[in-house]
């Protein structure tokens, strides 16, 4: 729905533009370019000007707020051990990996985003399941629960690793052929 209305919104003012575009270069024979966009030809005081000057400010400060929200976010975090044997150093992403590619083989799943975030001492795992619509998700869950995360907590060596899944549904393969 936000999409629409931002695309609507555009729609509207990009027409708006264009018609003031072509009233300005005369294509548009019902109006005369030179009348005034608004009646009244007195300016308003000097407090009214500053008050919409600051408004538009803090609305085009709003609107970049809005844009760089819109920029998608990978920050690449990187664990370290060190011990008299050297120091070993791995991406959070390159440790996850293994794992969302087991998980996509369950029944039922789609494709996995798993990412890993805080210190190596105590991790926390997040994962967007994207599962067909007619898939098993307390079994899928079940089967992350019992198989995949022990085994990623031996291979980290973080026995406290706790893990948040979320489940985003897809169409089954039947629904998908029907159509």
Known sequence: MNRFLLGLLGLVLMLAGAFAVAVHYGFVPQADRSDALLPGTALPQTWVLWVIAAAAVVIALLCLRWLTA????????????????????ITTATA????????????????????????????????????????????????????????????????????????????SKADARVR
């Open 70 to 89: 819109q920029i998608p976010r990978r920050k690449v975090a990187s664990w370290r051990w060190a011990d008299e044997a050297g120091t070993t150093r």
């Open 96 to 171: 996850t990996a293994p794992f969302a590619e087991e998980v996509t083989a369950y029944p039922g799943v789609r494709k996995v985003e798993a990412s890993l975030t805080g210190p190596h001492t105590a991790p926390s795992l997040a994962l967007v399941v994207r599962a067909h619509g007619d898939a098993d998700l307390r079994g899928i869950r079940r089967r992350i629960d019992d198989e995949g995360l022990p085994r990623l907590r031996e291979a980290l060596g973080t026995p406290g690793l706790h893990a948040t899944v979320e489940f985003r549904m897809s169409p």
